[in-house]
């Protein structure tokens, strides 16, 4: 499915515009972020092929209609533009945030951390020269904002209706938020440019680049199962010339980001039928660059994995799995086993709730450096010990 055959000539012609302006802003603007993976056209029509693939997942009575389909394809044009937006204050409030966190922090970190906003009001201001009218470019503006932090459960990204259409604005920001996370791999870190920035570049943009370098690719695929219903995996593909510490890299810099964001708008698209899987494959690939050693100490310190409690208000489903593990109660251990993604963390806090009033004391941790079960019972007892519990 090419999504831009299902636009008619109107809209056609609305995106070409749209699309022209955004290579002109990318071709034009200040070269404020040397450091940074490849952005621009070409990021935003990988993100379009990875749209074309998670949409084909969803329940065939929610398919987007040629409204839903135009915003979203204007969004992915336009979600980034934000990072060509420069304030005349940005200096100023940057060393003000730099003295408050007691840490270095320019004026490109400012407009990093908030160029999803700021593409939001380039496209508001700039609706005109878009050829929008003002209700296109609110729900695209939405739409473009949507791809990073923004709380979709607010009340703004309910639908909304342009024409005779329904636009879902919180659906169309959960996928272009899971697209834009997904274009990680090695074509937007060229190896020769990374040879000449490396020298100077920030630790926090070097292990971006090697999280890219080291992805060789993520496949999506969608099937029926035998109850009807669809579900799409999502494998990510990685290689590197070590594979031990490859596997690290992957679990930190790459697992981890998309499985945050799956966390976030899992229940959104679950609610309109794609249920989506992840895992990840890894090989060994001698003739890649050799991994620098510093990655191991940033890794180490800079990068410790923090596993936070994953809320559960909006819970569906699951109800025979809670049934089956409230039933087990008698048992020493329980343990919930899947493959990464599927919502494990989710059921068993759902679990955790349930019996809040039964028991004392609740322990949650990240086991991901343990390996066997005695290095587990080791950390309860750390717990049990800190807390007052020998």
């Known amino acids: 499915m090419e999504l831009r055959t299902k636009l008619g000539k109107k809209f056609a012609s609305k995106l070409n515009t749209i699309e022209q302006e ?3 802003i990318w071709k034009k603007g200040e070269l404020y972020h040397v450091y940074y993976t490849l952005h621009g056209l070409d990021h935003s029509n990988y ?27 204007s969004a992915a044009f336009l979600h980034d533009v934000g990072m060509q937006c420069k304030y005349q ?17 320019t004026f490109q970190d400012l407009i990093r951390d908030e160029h999803h906003k700021r593409s939001g009001k380039y496209i508001k201001d700039n609706s005109k020269n878009l050829k929008l009218d003002p209700i296109e470019a609110e729900c695209i503006r939405l739409i473009s904002e949507g791809h990073r932090q923004t709380k979709l459960e607010s ?11 329904r636009v879902r604005v919180r659906l169309l920001s959960a996928l272009l938020r899971l697209a834009d996370e997904l274009d990680i791999t090695y074509e937007r870190a060229p190896e020769t440019l990374l040879d000449i920035l490396k020298n100077d570049m920030p630790d926090y943009s070097r292990v971006q680049w090697l999280k890219h370098y080291y992805t060789s690719g993520i496949l999506i695929n969608t099937q029926q199962e035998t109850n009807g219903k669809k579900k799409t995996s999502i494998e990510i593909h990685c290689q590197y010339p070590d594979e031990d510490v490859g596997r690290k890299i992957t679990e930190v810099l790459i697992s981890k980001p998309i499985e945050e964001t799956l966390n976030d708008v899992r229940l959104i698209l679950l609610e309109y039928g794609l249920n989506l899987s992840l895992d990840h494959k890894i090989k060994c690939n001698p003739d890649l660059k050799e991994i620098p050693e510093n990655i191991h100490e940033y890794l180490g310190q800079n990068l410790k994995i923090s ?9 569906v489903g699951r109800k025979e799995e809670l ?16 493959i990464a993604g599927i919502g494990k963390s989710y059921v068993a806090v759902r679990f955790a709730e349930e019996l809040k009033d039964e028991y004392t004391v609740f322990w949650y941790e990240n086991l991901s450096e343990v390996s066997t079960l005695s290095s587990v019972m080791n950390k309860i007892s750390i717990f049990l010990k800190e807390n ?3």
Do not use: H, W
């Open 323 to 338: 049934k089956d593990l409230l039933s087990s109660l008698d048992k020493n251990i329980i343990v919930i086993e899947g």
């Open 47 to 73: 993100v379009i092929t990875i749209l074309d693939k998670l949409i084909n997942g969803l329940n065939p009575q929610e398919n987007l209609n040629e409204t839903e389909f135009f915003c979203l394809l």
């Open 388 to 390: 007052g519990k020998p």
């Open 89 to 105: 204050n940005d200096v100023e409030r940057a060393t003000q945030i730099s003295i408050t966190k007691k840490r270095p922090y």
């Open 307 to 315: 596993m936070e409690i994953p809320r559960t208000k909006g819970f």
């Open 155 to 165: 009340a703004e990204y309910n639908d909304q209706a342009i024409g005779l259409n």
């Open 22 to 24: 955004a290579d002109t």
